[in-house]
């Protein structure tokens, strides 16, 4: 027992030291950025491939599964311990639970969470971020919603209900074959499966998920079709070490909006669109209703499947997961938590202001 107590006490040590190293490298985006996100990460994100790429379903999801029953178990065991008096089996298990949290805080930051510390995607895209003018957004708002009306003329969401399976290979073909972000973002790891549940994750309010873990994407194969396309190529950003949410939804914006296929871009377009137009609903609700009175019926009408979709999940388990996802987000260098999506706004913006200015030259 005092053998096994000692082991327990030495890793705990070993565990808070790693912890403490951890969080001295978060202080610093360059060494993040260049030793871990381009360097250590593409290397166990190719050796997470191999482990769990080519099994058709997410060992993810068991992993969690067994995490939680393991947790549950310990703290079954502590709790009887201390009621029957047996205060050394209730040490021994005390730091068997304690480590187990520890070992986990620290591999998720090794395996891929110190990408939530890296440079920001602006810097190594070039990207100047600024204050735009309202003038400016109106600009580019109407230019996009000009493109969501005319690109919802040329495909029909209704005809894809049913391609789930083209629809995530297209998507990971396309994520493999994009050099736009390359000089930054890995490709050693690039494969989508679906949740073992996709019913209850939609109970969860969850379209999509990466484990940091197992480094396996996860996509809601029950959600409308015409989410699907923008949401793969945001988790599968996650999955080549973006951590920011707006960011992976700007990479999904930027990629999709030059896809051949036209139902692809149309993807692209409505979720940017939705995302500008409800900024725009912050600033001045006048100017939001008169865009949003501006799409067109079709638009629209996916924007209310959409809604109606996530309304038949609404509950407990929804809000309590958008609370414990927010609070997660604010721990990991995102202080807005859940409204941070929602800052893809400024990077669309700043990018579509460059790319107007090459064109102009």
Known sequence: MRLRLRAS?????????????????????????????????????????????????????????????????????????????????????????????????????????????????????????????????????????????????????????????????????????????????????????????????????????FNPFSHETQINDIMPAVSKPFTYIHELAHQQGVGFEDEANFIAFVRLKRHPEVFYRYSAYLQTVSYLIMELYRIDQNLYHIYRNRLSAAVLSDLKEERLFWAEYVGWMNRLTSLFYNEYLQHNNQAEGMDRYNRMVRLVLAYELKIGKCKSR
């Open 9 to 209: 006490w030495i890793l705990f040590v070993s565990l808070l030291f790693i912890i403490a190293v951890l969080s001295f490298l978060k202080g610093s985006p360059e060494w993040v950025e260049s030793v871990f996100s381009q360097s250590w990460y593409p290397l166990f994100n190719s050796v997470q491939k191999l482990l769990f790429g080519y099994i058709p379903f997410s060992i993810g999801d068991l992993l969690y599964g067994g995490i939680i029953a393991v947790l549950l178990w310990l703290i079954f065991v502590l709790v009887r311990s201390l009621l029957h008096k047996k205060r050394r089996r209730a040490l021994q298990f005390g730091f068997h639970l304690l480590n187990a949290v520890l070992a986990l805080y620290a591999f998720f930051y090794i395996s891929w969470g110190l990408n939530y510390y890296r440079q920001p995607l602006a810097v190594n895209a070039d990207i100047e971020l600024t204050n735009p003018r309202l003038a400016d957004y109106l600009v580019i708002l109407e230019r996009m919603v000009d493109s969501v009306n005319t690109l919802r003329t040329q495909t029909d969401p209704v005809r894809w209900k049913d391609k789930g399976s083209r629809i995530a290979q297209d998507m990971m073909q396309w994520v493999q074959q994009d050099t736009t972000f390359e000089n930054f973002l890995s490709r050693s790891n690039v494969v989508a499966k679906s949740p073992l549940n996709s019913t209850f994750v939609s109970y969860v309010g969850v379209s999509g998920y």
